[in-house]
């Protein structure tokens, strides 16, 4: 198996995962074309946690946490990059071209 760059996984993981839609880690809302809900990073009582699905990137406006589905695991779960990655990878049927034991 052909090993994949960090530019094409990504393209190709972002492209297949639907990860923002899935309200996985807290109950999302519909507000127009964004999802919101209550922030995973802190505590808050008013929803501040906003995400666009079809761009793929969160913001929380309490926190300032921001970002795309690959560094969302990352910042929910504490997972490292390679981590989050092996995670997503497996969730959307990319494959990595690596070992998936190391």
């Known amino acids: 198996?052909?090993?994949?760059?960090y530019?094409?996984?990504?393209?190709?993981?972002l492209k297949r995962f639907r990860f923002f839609g899935s309200g996985r880690y807290v109950h999302l809302t519909k507000q127009g074309h964004y999802l919101q809900g209550l922030s995973p990073f802190h505590l808050e009582k008013t929803p501040s946690f906003n995400i666009a699905p079809e761009k793929q990137?969160?913001?929380?406006?309490?926190?300032?946490?921001?970002?795309?589905?690959i560094q969302y695991p990352m910042g929910v779960e504490g997972y490292t990059f390679v981590e989050a990655v092996k995670e997503l990878a497996k969730e959307t049927g990319v494959p990595l071209g690596i070992d998936e034991n190391t």
């Open 7 to 13: 530019h094409d996984l990504k393209r190709q993981t």
């Open 57 to 69: 990137i969160y913001k929380c406006y309490g926190c300032r946490a921001g970002g795309n589905a």
């Open 1 to 5: 198996m052909s090993k994949i760059s």
